[in-house]
């Protein structure tokens, strides 16, 4: 009977082997060193706005996509981070792309609006809202807690908005976060004023923003950021 020769064999699995074993301590290495920090040069936000640097990200639905920040606050560190049509749970999944990598001084957080519209509960409503609120807080960023706007004429929505936000008010005062009052800017009689809303009563316009940035220059200045 003819011998098999195994020793080509053996060399050729222990090549195997040892190409294996190699590569993966290359990448077992490579994958145990420390990520270094994101640059903050050319950063995009969701609007397409290209920024230098990020102090201040403002976290939201439409309502806050809308804003022309930039322009309004007269600033270039003003990161667009609204989500059309996204819910307050929705919103809590953008924190690792929106604040994490830029570590920003503060954070205006508005949402609610969506959630009402969906159905949403107004006591899950607001378990997001303190979940983000917190999610935000241990970044290392200053959340700001900013108030659910009315939908006009829409007496019982606005109630219950009302109640989410006196809420929200509590939980803010509890965790010594700040919270960003906008009806005394933009509403009237438990209502939002005809002259800031649009046809669906939902969405703000254009001359509403410079109003919302009215309201936010206190607390830009408690922070040392009413200046660029």
């Known amino acids: 009977m003819k011998k098999t020769n195994f020793l080509p064999i053996s060399l050729g699995l222990n090549l195997v082997l040892f190409c294996f ?13 420390p990520e270094a920090p ?5 950063i995009i936000d969701e609007k397409g706005n290209t920024l230098k640097k990020v102090n201040i990200v403002m976290l ?4 806050t996509y809308q804003g022309d920040w930039d ?7 003003v990161f667009n981070g609204g989500k059309p049509g996204w819910t307050t749970q929705q919103l809590s999944w953008v924190i ?3 604040i994490v990598p830029y570590r920003p001084k503060l954070c ?3 949402g609610g609006i969506n959630d009402l519209t969906l159905g949403i509960s107004s006591q899950r409503i607001y378990e997001n809202m303190t ?13 700001i807690y900013t108030t659910t706007l009315y939908q006009r004429t829409n007496t019982e929505r606005n109630r219950t ?33 005809i002259e800031y809303v649009v046809d669906d009563n939902t969405h703000l316009k254009a001359q509403a923003y410079p109003q919302w940035a009215l309201a936010m220059a206190p607390i830009l200045t408690k922070y040392g950021l009413n200046d660029n």
Do not use: H
């Open 108 to 110: 205006f957080f508005k």
């Open 60 to 63: 939201g639905n439409s309502i």
């Open 38 to 42: 994101p640059s903050q040069e050319g």
């Open 131 to 143: 979940m983000v609120m917190d999610s935000i807080s241990k970044v290392g960023t200053k959340p």
């Open 161 to 193: 908005i009302d109640s989410i936000n006196a809420r929200m008010k509590l939980f803010c005062e509890k965790r010594n976060y700040d919270f960003l009052d906008l009806r005394p800017f933009l509403c009237q009689s438990g209502d939002i004023k």
């Open 71 to 77: 322009k309004v606050l007269d600033r270039n560190d």
């Open 21 to 33: 074993l190699f590569f993966f301590s290359i990448n077992t290495k490579t994958a145990s060193q």
């Open 96 to 98: 690792k792309n929106f």
